[in-house]
């Protein structure tokens, strides 16, 4: 619980923005999606994540559609991203060449992620369609 405070202090003693806020989440997910199982890293960091969010006003659902697509492209990105195992094992092929054929799904998806978080509206569209905002 300390640790999350510091977190919050942090980013709001410190006057930085939420888009800076928005940034360093998505490099923190991302980092910890390619080195820690999804629900490991939702248990870890969510409760350091989620004060600091809400101390610069984010949308919860927002942040929890950042959080998921974050961590679902870890799951994709080297080195130790756990659907990279799954398919080498289920197609029979080597873990090292499945990377090369990932490169552009990976680097699709982390645009994908660049519109989601910093365009509000696409990200919230489906939630508002169905009166959840």
């Known amino acids: 619980m300390r ?4 977190l919050t202090c942090l980013f709001y003693w410190e006057n930085l923005t939420p888009l800076l ?16 199982d999804v629900n490991s890293a939702v248990i870890l960091l969510v409760p350091l994540i ?10 919860p659902i927002h942040l929890g559609i950042i959080i998921v697509t974050n961590l679902s492209i870890g799951m994709i990105t080297p080195p130790f991203g756990l659907n990279i195992f799954v398919g080498a094992a289920t197609f029979e ?4 060449s499945l990377i090369k054929p990932l490169i552009p799904f990976i680097l699709i998806s982390i645009a994908a992620l660049m519109i989601i978080t910093y365009i509000l509206t696409i990200a919230l569209f489906f939630p508002k369609l169905m009166g959840l905002i």
């Open 21 to 36: 806020l928005l940034f360093s989440i998505n490099i923190v997910l991302l980092i910890a999606g390619m080195f820690i």
């Open 50 to 59: 989620y004060p600091a969010a809400m101390a610069v006003h984010l949308d």
């Open 93 to 96: 092929r080597s873990y090292a």
């Open 3 to 6: 640790e999350s405070l510091t």
